[in-house]
């Protein structure tokens, strides 16, 4: 197959990261915006040795699934994958993603699988769910200043106002911003990642959804912004509940959004947000009683937070749920954040360890339990293989040891697993956010003395192709 060549494609899959699939005479082909079921006649953008990636000219058959984008920008924004499905068939595309991991890559059957892997629980409203924005500065081809998301597969930006996953006080601070920069274009200059010049980065955001507390992180290449002052009034005058203000000072030449260096310019060192542990009453004296009452969580610059907060509490209180916590067990939170988990653990457990490597974070986690009330629970910083392997738990090596993983999207260390193997606990509630991964070390501990008991998958990223994933093993 060379490039340019027209063919005429039936679509009989997807990738997981939401390509449709199909073939030529055996010969694969991926092609973006393609559904199952579809017949499409695609136009050929890249073909090597084992696949080919092309480009569709035309639908001649939809899918029933298929609907109307709502987004003008996303033919080229990369940040939604899925606004051409029907959002039910989505959830049965994330739940169809997790069995293929499963069954492909940790090795169980066909049968087992369906019966483990449970459908995927999405949003009643899947709009303007994301408490956390991050725009990208830069110029366009004609040299204008522009901010909004990357282009699928590159780093060009899309200008792109009033996404519909983002809360809108994002894109009102990103305006403000724009704004600012085009009042003082010599000195407010557009980062230029080729060249490494330029001032200006990102635009970051994090809102309490909650709370209503706004932050805003101008993420820049110095530790001086001009005109300071003036953006910090100005922001101050436009947004409600603006609480925050924060330079983050990023020199290296990386794809990371975030140096380790935050300068204070207004407001707080924090903002505040709360989940609540399961759908409140209305009576809040109950709710408390009954341990449904929300924890409040504080948020720095670089702290971890999920960014779906109504999804967040989907997917903790299932993962509490699978822990069955009956108040008698020592629970160890590996990769445990700013203690998220942890603390809701600690409402049913009789002892809770988290474990993190990022000291913030760390600081974070232990300022949520005191805010909270939270005794029965303390915070290490450290690697999570390196706190089993030192035997941190020892004492804690009994019939009701739990162990809650949230590792990142690469999984746990191998060096961790075998950790687990020998702490042995009566049960691993595992929280992933990638199903390869997952797939991949339930492999390993379902070949060592656990059973896999579940395996729930919670959108937390609706129209987006990613899916977290909530799964239960047993000792045998």
């Known amino acids: 197959m060379q490039k340019n060549e027209t063919h005429e494609i039936e679509i009989d899959g997807m990738t997981s990261e939401g390509q449709g699939v199909g073939r030529v005479d055996g010969f694969v082909?991926?092609?973006?915006?393609?559904?199952?079921?579809?017949?499409?006649?695609?136009?050929?953008?890249?073909?090597?040795?084992?696949?080919?990636?092309?480009?569709?000219?035309?639908?001649?058959?939809?899918?029933?699934?298929?609907?109307?984008?709502?987004?003008?920008?996303?033919?080229?924004?990369g940040g939604c994958a899925l606004q051409h499905m029907d959002y039910a068939a989505t959830l049965d595309y994330k739940t169809g993603v997790v069995k293929d991991a499963i069954q492909r890559i940790a090795g169980l059957s066909a049968q087992e699988t369906d019966e483990k892997v449970l459908p995927t629980i999405g949003m009643e409203s899947p709009f303007n769910y994301r408490n956390k924005a991050q725009y990208p500065v830069g110029k366009d081809r004609t040299g204008a200043t522009v901010s909004g998301f990357y282009a699928k597969r590159t780093h060009e930006i899309v200008p792109h106002e009033n996404c519909a996953i983002q809360d809108a006080?994002?894109?009102?601070?990103?305006?403000?911003?724009?704004?600012?920069?085009?009042?003082?274009?010599?000195?407010?200059?557009?980062?230029?990642?080729?060249?490494?010049?330029?001032?200006?980065?990102?635009?970051?955001?994090?809102?309490?959804?909650?709370?209503?507390?706004?932050?805003?992180?101008?993420?820049i290449t110095t530790k001086q912004l001009p005109y300071a002052e003036e953006l910090v009034a100005d922001l101050v005058r436009e947004i409600p509940n603006l609480k925050s203000v924060f330079l983050n000072i990023n020199t290296s030449r990386t794809n990371l959004i975030l140096g380790r260096t935050c300068i204070k310019l207004h407001g707080d060192d924090r903002i505040f947000d709360e989940i609540l542990f399961e759908k409140p009453s209305d009576n809040a004296a109950e709710d408390f009683a009954n341990k449904n009452a929300a924890l409040r969580f504080r948020i720095s610059p670089l702290s971890f937070f999920q960014v779906n907060p109504v999804q967040t509490q989907v997917l903790y209180s299932t993962a509490i749920e699978l822990a069955a916590l009956n108040g008698s067990e020592t629970v160890n939170d590996l990769y445990c954040g700013t203690g998220t988990i942890g603390l809701f653990a600690a409402r049913n457990a009789k002892h809770v360890i988290g474990i993190e490597s990022v000291p913030e974070a760390i600081a974070d986690a232990r300022a949520n339990a005191l805010a909270n009330g939270i005794s029965n629970i303390e915070f290490h910083v450290g690697l999570a293989e390196e706190f089993l392997?030192?035997?941190?738990?020892?004492?804690?090596?009994?019939?009701?040891?739990?162990?809650?993983?949230?590792?990142?999207?690469?999984?746990?260390?191998?060096?961790?697993?075998?950790?687990?193997?020998?702490?042995?606990?009566?049960?691993?509630?595992?929280v992933s956010c990638n199903p390869a991964t997952l797939a991949r070390d339930l492999k390993i501990l379902l070949a060592q003395n656990f059973q896999l008991v579940t395996v729930r998958p919670v959108?937390?990223?609706?129209?987006?192709?990613?899916?977290?994933?909530?799964?239960?093993l047993t000792r045998v």
């Open 29 to 77: 082909v991926f092609v973006d915006g393609a559904l199952p079921g579809e017949k499409v006649l695609t136009h050929i953008v890249k073909s090597t040795s084992s696949y080919a990636i092309g480009k569709i000219i035309d639908i001649m058959r939809p899918a029933n699934t298929r609907r109307d984008a709502f987004c003008a920008a996303y033919e080229r924004c």
């Open 459 to 472: 959108d937390m990223f609706p129209w987006g192709s990613h899916v977290e994933v909530v799964t239960l």
């Open 389 to 430: 392997e030192g035997g941190v738990s020892g004492d804690d090596k009994n019939s009701d040891n739990v162990v809650f993983l949230d590792p990142p999207r690469k999984g746990c260390e191998p060096k961790l697993l075998e950790s687990l193997v020998h702490l042995n606990p009566a049960r691993i509630v595992y």
């Open 169 to 219: 006080t994002s894109g009102r601070v990103r305006e403000r911003v724009m704004a600012f920069m085009a009042r003082h274009p010599r000195e407010l200059t557009p980062y230029d990642e080729h060249t490494g010049r330029g001032l200006i980065r990102h635009i970051m955001t994090r809102v309490g959804f909650a709370t209503g507390d706004v932050m805003v992180v101008l993420v």
